[in-house]
C-alpha cells in the first residue's frame, strides 16, 4: 500500500530560525514529489514540486530535497518568519499515469513560529 | 486575482438537511476535484470530474453527490449530512489527471453540522 509518512508531527521554532521537515514515502513506482503549505482554514498551496531526476529544488526560503533511493524527501525552511506558521503537506504521485486517485498525501507536518 | 472560488466558505447545516457546496475555477482546467479533510488529517479524495466523465471513489459514501455542469463550476451535494461529515471540503483543479500536473487548490468550505 502507497503511503506517506511525515515527521515531526508538529513543530515549534522561534523566528529567524531554520527547519527541516521530513517526508518517507513507499510509493513505487514515483513520479514526483510535491510540498504544499497549508495556512489554518485555507487550502494548499504548492510550494516546490521534483521529478525522481531532481535532488534538490528551492523556492525563496523553502528548500526541498529528494533521495529517490532511499525515498526521502525534506523540506528546509531558512530564517523563518511568523508567515511561515502552517501545516507542511507532502504529496507523493505514483507513476502510473492514472487517474486522480493515485495521490498520496501525508497528514502533514504543522509549523509554529514563535516571535 | 483567485482562481479556485469556493462558496460559502463557512457553511452550517443541520443533521439530515442536504446542502450544496460551489466551486468556480478561472483556469479552464479540464480536471475538478472535491476532498474531504478533517482536523489534523490528510485531504481524502471524494470524486473527480474529468471534464464531464465523473470519476467516484470506491469509498465515497452514497450520500455524497456531484455536478459539473459546464467547465467553470462544479458542486459538491451532501445529501444528509451527519455529525461525521463535519470537515474542511477543498476544491481543486488540474490541467489533466493522472498525478502529473499540480492542483491548484480553493480556500476550501468549512462544515459544520449541528
Known amino acids: 500500500k502507497n503511503q506517506v509518512e511525515q515527521s515531526p508531527q508538529s513543530l515549534i521554532i522561534l523566528e529567524g530560525k531554520n527547519c527541516t521537515l521530513q517526508c518517507n514515502y513507499t510509493v513505487s513506482p514515483f513520479s514526483n514529489l510535491r510540498w504544499y503549505k497549508q495556512d489554518t482554514g485555507r487550502g494548499p498551496v504548492s510550494l516546490t514540486i521534483?521529478?525522481?531526476?531532481?535532488n534538490t529544488k528551492s523556492n525563496g526560503r523553502y528548500t526541498a530535497t529528494l533521495d529517490a533511493d532511499t525515498k526521502q524527501s525534506s523540506l528546509h525552511i531558512t530564517a523563518s518568519q511568523l508567515s511561515d506558521s502552517a501545516s507542511y503537506i507532502c504529496v507523493v504521485s505514483p507513476d502510473s499515469g492514472g487517474g486522480a486517485d493515485g495521490l498520496t498525501f501525508g497528514k502533514g507536518t504543522h509549523l509554529i513560529i514563535q516571535p | 486575482d483567485a482562481m479556485v472560488i469556493q462558496n460559502p466558505r463557512y457553511q452550517v447545516t443541520q443533521f439530515g438537511k442536504p446542502v450544496t457546496l460551489s466551486c468556480s475555477q478561472t483556469?479552464?482546467?479540464?480536471?475538478m476535484y472535491w476532498y474531504q479533510q478533517k482536523s489534523s488529517q490528510a485531504p481524502k479524495l471524494l470524486f473527480h470530474y474529468y471534464d464531464k466523465d465523473f470519476n467516484n471513489e470506491a469509498d465515497t459514501p452514497d450520500n455524497f453527490q456531484s455536478r459539473r455542469p459546464n467547465t467553470s463550476f462544479c458542486f459538491l451535494d451532501i445529501r444528509s449530512p451527519g455529525l461525521g461529515d463535519a470537515a474542511m471540503y477543498l476544491c481543486a483543479t488540474s490541467w489533466q489527471a493522472g498525478g502529473t500536473d499540480t492542483q491548484y487548490f480553493g480556500p476550501g468550505t468549512r462544515l459544520t453540522v449541528l
Open positions: 521534483m521529478t525522481f531526476s531532481e
Open positions: 483556469l479552464n482546467h479540464n480536471v
